[in-house]
């Protein structure tokens, strides 16, 4: 192939596209070291060398753009430096040796004047390394093997003087002209048939650790794993295994190794079906075996885990798979779009060298150039250079995907499961714990919560005693009126003394449904001093619903306090009016009752709706949300010079803390008045009247109040608790932006007493997200896959919760409470149990749990799973959003609505484009004016508009035509480079089938008729029409100015 | 059709210059080492164009394809 231009195979094509992406980037340097034991005799090494390279045209071959298309020539003779280095008079030659390699490796190759760099280093008189650096573009790992064998060669030949018998090494242009052969008959269309067929199945590829693919760098770093001798011997015993022995041994290894690769991907991405990428050889023929250069190709092999997938039905359908690949894997058949479907690489190399040199034995080492192209996030490769028996993994891992922490940990999750695969193929991959001893032992310091509170307190037995210190202090406030905290008490008292006379005892339920009121203060703290549980209802309860409680709650009694009760209510269950048993309270003493209550006992029953329809009831028992108040106080000191506002509707155990926290600490209680809870205004009015300092908010109520008009005048304000929602950073923002408050982030079920997560949102600490929080006090929390193992750290898993504050279960629902309160499989008592969340969350590295929306909440659209609140979270992020729902529509497309400004739709969908896999970005987009909330401040998802959803998806998009002489220009080029008739100004390159072999036709052609020096890089760079021919522009300018 | 699928592999699959002996129906050739996977694969194709048949990748394994004389038999089973 002297001296003549020729054109670049497919794959050496997309190397050079890789490369101009990243012109500065050494990520296609392969560097092989040989470290050999022996006495090398230079003079007689540089001539072998110099052999080697007139011998091998690949050697000599450069690489330069001819018209726009890249081309290689072989020159005849090549300009190049042999270095000898001598480092062995330092003090320590190796790591002498180190430190220049470290710098060596990332040698920039001159394309166009010579592609290795090699060097021979002498360490000791018998102690040489001998580093060849080829770029990737005339080498591939096979071709290092024969090019390290035939050095060798050389050298014995240099040594014997017998240099003349050496023959040239077959020409790579065979190869050149192999390919073209295929191409030209359509001995590859069964092959690209097969891929094509392929490739419609092929899903998005995973988010390791669920790491978003952003624009990534070439900056990647290697680990190498030994996996030693007695484990290698157990792998190849394991390939030995029946239904596991392939064809041959590397074959069976490399089903075994792919196996473990998938089954460690899905575990730390959650994704079912992908596809990883490996190379082939692609020496077909014989000849091949010995010529030197660059054949390898990808290919995506694809596997779904299905659920309860073991690794020996896992195994079973990589074998087809593969099989199918290697017939498939023809030369040339790659394309772009296959190698875009993965950012996993799998590299078998199962070339050992001839582990001599000259007949002394050698040490291989692969070097990593610390880059590697950006597509991959991680590469893997199995080898054995030295043919020790004991196999060796190489962890590429992008730094921006894998930092530094992650690094050291991903490789150890890999070995959690490939050892599960050895010690038992049967074993469901589901159920291999992958968390590392040093993240459990993390995790456990993180769960480490315990706090010893005062023994046998009930819900008001600090209340009990604060009367005692203040009686004469106001408690509450309600509209005018105002109860001193010794009036609260007695009348609390004389409402027990009544119960008591009823033969109301220790569990008994007492149901109200009471508006806010000073008396919904007073009854509620009167059944807790009769011993008694109480029930909330809400006072707008339809009938049905309501009897379905009484009766399922076995309700003693019920109290109310408005005229909306129905007459079979009042009928069938015995029920009291406040107003009527007020005028008769006089009659009970005022006087504490005594009662034997045990901190096991319920004090209050909440009932959630359950997801079968069925509301359910939840049994909070005094020491759990005892502790839950005693933490609070810890974490958040108030005193009587503290304001209160209650207004979460009882329903909702957020009113439990509410209700009892501030008058155990002295502080005031202001009763919003019924209603006011949802009135801004109103919230607004009560805080600057009674100069209230603390307050709770759902976020989306929160959101409407930030906006309210005279908002910043409530000054008094030095705290705001959230929960109920996932908290965005733009609502949090805001509330800066009025008030100079400290927002605290609370967390948890009503099956755990309220809260059992916290987290203070710090100004400077939103740019990385709000997440709920560490566990409170006594509180351990655990993230599990569906086994019950332990998930690492960054993976994740659903949540649950043990410790002091988990309920007792649910009111007559056994199987329920079976299911939901279960062992605690991590704790010594075998008594406790752990409350089962249904919410999906993970660690950060320091130790806060992100929440991850409900299990229940993610769907699954084309068989990928979506959490809808990510995508919420990520448009809440775009300038102008406020706060956004996102839904499914009948026809299975993601609907974006949202509230705030409205802004342009390819504004949001480019602010999604840069966060969000492709598959998660909504297809219509609603704004409204609001949303409409539950009584619970949440956002009623049921009363979203649904109309007219479906025209507004049919509404052609109108192409926009080019607006001036540059556009056009581009427009024609785009237009003539992806053959298709018209491209609007706005299409984004990719979505239009754009890839980088047409970005360098594109370029190359603008390139000769602008007469301008352009990169490829810009056509991604301004992926439209209109910002290409703006950047152009702007170019143009900038050098008529110069 | 032994014979046919033997001068296949002599005359483009072997790789292994040196080999001693000739050859055979029964060598294994997995084993031996005298074919690699996708040398195998190599030889499927083969067999697929010349005896007009085809081999799913369920079918492709060690059983089928052993030495020359289990690669006849499977094909006779088509």
Not at chain 1, 99 to 106: F, G, I, P, S
Not at chain 2, 6 to 25: A, R, T
Request: hydrophobic letters at 40%; one cysteine or more.
């Amino acid at each position: 192939m002297d001296n003549t231009y020729l054109s670049l195979t497919q794959n050496q094509q997309l190397l050079w596209i890789g490369q101009d992406l990243n012109p500065e980037s050494p990520m296609y340097n392969m560097i092989m070291v040989y470290e050999i034991k022996d006495a090398i005799s230079v003079s007689h090494f540089k001539l072998a060398f110099q052999k080697l390279v007139e011998t091998s045209d690949v050697l000599r071959s450069v690489f330069m753009e001819k018209e726009g298309i890249p081309v290689q020539i072989c020159l005849s003779n090549i300009k190049y430096e042999l270095d000898v280095i001598d480092f062995s008079s330092e003090e320590h030659p190796l790591e002498t040796y180190k430190t220049w390699e470290k710098e060596r490796v990332k040698f920039h190759f001159n394309l166009s004047q010579c592609l290795f760099d090699c060097a021979l280093i002498k360490l000791a008189s018998n102690h040489f390394m001998w580093y060849i650096n080829q770029h990737h573009l005339i080498t591939d790992g096979y071709s290092t093997t024969i090019l390290f064998s035939r050095m060798s060669q050389l050298y014995e030949k240099a040594l014997s003087n017998t240099m003349d018998e050496v023959e040239m090494f077959p020409s790579y242009k065979a190869f050149l002209d192999h390919t073209e052969i295929i191409n030209e008959q359509d001995g590859g269309l069964e092959a690209a048939t097969y891929w094509k067929e392929k490739q419609s199945i092929f899903p998005t590829a995973p988010e390791l650790y669920h790491k978003k693919d952003t624009l990534l760098s070439t900056n990647s770093k290697r680990i190498l794993v030994n996996l030693g001798m007695e484990r290698s011997e157990r792998i190849n015993e394991l390939a030995n295994a029946k239904g596991i022995k392939g064809w041959s041994l590397d074959l069976t290894l490399y089903n075994i190794f792919l196996t473990a690769l998938f089954a460690y991907v899905y575990r730390i991405s959650g994704q079912e079906s992908f596809v990883i990428g490996s190379p082939t050889h692609n020496r077909t023929k014989k000849s091949f075996r010995d010529t030197l250069g660059f054949f390898v190709e990808s290919f995506p092999i694809y596997a779904k885990i299905e659920a309860r997938e073991t690794f020996f039905s896992l195994i079973k359908k990589i074998q087809v798979e593969s099989n199918a690949f290697l017939k498939n894997a023809r030369t040339g058949a790659s394309t772009v779009e296959m190698s875009r479907a993965y950012n996993v690489l799998y590299n078998y190399i199962n070339t050992g060298n001839g582990t001599c040199f000259n007949n002394k034995p050698v040490c291989t080492s692969w070097v990593h150039p610390g880059h590697m192209d950006p597509r991959h996030h991680l590469r893997f490769h199995v080898h054995d250079f030295d043919n020790t028996g004991s196999i060796k993994l190489y962890f590429d891992f992008n730094t921006k995907i894998f930092d530094t922490d992650l690094q050291d940990i991903a490789w150890r999750h890999f070995l959690k499961v490939l050892d599960a695969f050895i010690d038992n193929p049967n074993q469901a991959i589901d159920t291999v714990s992958i968390a590392t001893d040093g993240e459990i032992a993390k995790i456990e310091s993180w769960n480490n919560t315990k706090v010893q509170y005062p023994r046998n307190e009930t819900l008001l037995t600090k209340f009990e005693e604060q009367v005692q210190k203040s009686p004469e202090n106001t408690a509450l406030i309600f509209e005018g009126e105002k109860l001193s905290y010794k009036d609260l008490d007695e009348k609390a008292n004389q409402v027990a003394h009544f119960l008591i006379s009823k033969g109301v005892n220790c569990n008994d339920v007492i149901a109200v449904s009471l508006n806010r009121s000073l008396d919904m203060m007073v009854y509620i703290y009167g059944i807790i001093k009769a011993g008694g549980a109480y029930l909330p209802i809400d006072t707008e309860t339809p009938h049905k619903r309501l009897a379905f409680i009484l009766k399922d709650a076995g309700v003693k009694l019920l109290f109310y306090n408005h005229d909306e009760i129905y007459e079979s209510i009042t009928h069938d269950f015995h029920t009291v009016s406040t107003e009527t048993l007020n005028t008769n309270l006089h009659q009970f003493p005022i006087t504490t009752p005594s009662v034997e209550l045990s901190t096991n006992d319920l004090a209050y029953i909440i009932y959630t709706s359950g997801s079968t329809g069925k509301p359910k009831g939840v049994k909070c028992h005094h020491e759990g949300i005892c502790n839950r108040l005693h933490w609070m106080n810890d974490d958040y000191p108030i005193s009587n010079n503290d304001t209160f506002i209650q207004k979460t509707p009882i329903t909702f155990d957020v009113s439990v803390w509410e209700l009892f926290w501030p008058l155990q600490e002295g502080a005031r209680l202001v009763v919003e008045i019924p209603n006011g809870h949802k009135n801004p205004e109103q919230l607004v009015r009560t805080i600057r009247k009674h100069k209230v300092t603390n307050i709770h908010f759902v976020p989306s109520m929160l959101n409407v109040f930030v906006q309210t008009e005279g908002i910043e005048h409530c000054i008094s304000l030095t705290r705001i608790f959230c929960s109920g929602e996932s908290l965005s950073v733009a609502v949090v923002q805001k509330t800066f932006e009025k008030l100079d408050v400290e927002v605290h982030n609370l967390y948890g079920p009503t099956e755990a007493s309220v809260d059992v997560t916290s987290w203070h949102c710090k100004k400077e600490e939103l740019q990385h997200g709000i997440p709920i929080g560490k566990p409170v006090a006594n509180t351990k929390l655990y993230i599990l896959d569906p086994a019950l193992n332990r998930l690492p750290i960054g993976v994740i898993g659903e949540l649950y919760i043990a410790g002091k504050q988990v309920a007792k279960g649910y009111l007559n629902r056994e199987g329920l409470t079976k299911e939901r309160f279960v062992k605690d499989i991590f704790s010594k008592n075998p008594n406790t149990t752990m409350y089962k969340t249904g919410d999906l969350a993970r660690y950060r590295q320091d130790g806060a749990i992100e929440f991850h929306g409900r299990l229940d909440n993610q769907i699954k659209l084309r068989g990928l799973r979506i959490e809808l609140g990510e995508i919420e979270r990520q448009l809440e992020n775009i300038n102008g959003i406020s706060q956004a729902i996102v839904a499914v529509d009948d026809d299975a497309n993601l609907v974006a609505f949202y509230v705030g400004v409205q802004v342009d739709e390819p504004l949001i969908i480019k602010g999604l484009e840069e966060r969000l896999p492709e598959y998660m970005v909504p297809q219509i987009y609603v704004h409204l004016d609001g949303f409409e909330l539950l009584p619970s401040g949440k956002v009623d998802r049921k009363k979203l508009p649904r109309t007219n959803l479906r025209k507004d998806i049919e509404k052609p998009k109108t192409k926009i035509p080019p607006q001036n002489e540059i556009e056009e220009i581009v427009h024609d080029v785009w237009v003539d480079v992806l053959k298709l008739e018209v491209i609007g100004v706005n299409e984004n390159f990719i979505r239009i089938g754009g890839n980088s072999l047409s970005a360098i036709a594109i370029t190359s052609r603008l390139k000769s008729i602008l007469e301008l020096d352009m990169s490829i890089t810009d056509v991604f760079n301004y992926p439209t029409i209109s910002s290409y021919a703006n950047n152009i522009e702007q170019t143009i300018t900038t050098l008529l100015n110069e | 059709m032994e014979q046919v699928i033997l001068k296949y592999i002599n005359e483009q699959l072997l790789f292994d210059n040196e080999m001693e002996e000739d050859l055979d129906s029964d060598t294994d050739l997995l084993g031996s080492g005298i074919l690699d996977s996708l040398g195998m694969v190599q030889l499927i194709a083969f067999v697929e164009k010349e005896f007009m048949v085809k081999v799913p990748p369920e079918d492709m394994v060690i059983e089928n394809f052993m030495n020359v004389d289990s690669v006849c038999a499977y094909l006779l089973s088509k």
